[in-house]
C-alpha cells in the first residue's frame, strides 16, 4: 500500500520560508510523479506544483510561480515544496499526491491523483 507522509509545516511571518517534504513508500518512488495541492476551509483542494516522474518537467501554479520550487530526491524517496516569500494567502493544509501512472509527467487535476499524504498547515501570518 503506498503511503505519503508529509511533514514541515509551521507558523511563519510574511515574507519568511518554509521547505515541506513528503516521504512515500509501499512502492518505487522513482517511477511515478508527484504533486502538492492545498486547501482552506470550505474551497475546494488546489494544486500548487506537480514533478513528472524523472525530475525532469515541473509545473507550477500561476500564484506561486517564482516562489516556489517542487524537488524530488529518490535516493531517499522523498519530494519536497521550497517555499519561499511567503504571503498570508498562502495559508493552507498542503497535501501531497501521487499517481498511479509510471513514468509520467504530472498533472494539475486533483482528481488524477490516487494516493494522498495526511496533510501539513503552513499559517503565514501578515
Known amino acids: 500500500q503506498v503511503q505519503l507522509v508529509e511533514s514541515g509545516g509551521g507558523l511563519v511571518q510574511a515574507g519568511g520560508s518554509l521547505r515541506l517534504s513528503c516521504v512515500a513508500s509501499g512502492r518505487s518512488f522513482n517511477k511515478y510523479p508527484m504533486g502538492w495541492f492545498r486547501q482552506t476551509p470550505g474551497k475546494e483542494r488546489e494544486f500548487v506544483a506537480t514533478?513528472?516522474?524523472?525530475?525532469?518537467?515541473?509545473t507550477y501554479a500561476d500564484s506561486v510561480k517564482g516562489r516556489f520550487t517542487i524537488s524530488r530526491d529518490d535516493t531517499v524517496n522523498t519530494v519536497y515544496l521550497q517555499m519561499d516569500s511567503l504571503k498570508p494567502e498562502d495559508t493552507a493544509v498542503y497535501y501531497c499526491?501521487?499517481?498511479?501512472?509510471?513514468?509520467?509527467?504530472?498533472?494539475?487535476?486533483?482528481?488524477?491523483?490516487?494516493?494522498w499524504g495526511q496533510g501539513t498547515q503552513v499559517t503565514v501570518s501578515s
Open positions: 514533478i513528472s516522474w524523472s525530475g525532469s518537467s515541473t
Open positions: 499526491a501521487t499517481r498511479n501512472h509510471m513514468f509520467s509527467r504530472g498533472s494539475v487535476n486533483r482528481n488524477e491523483y490516487d494516493y
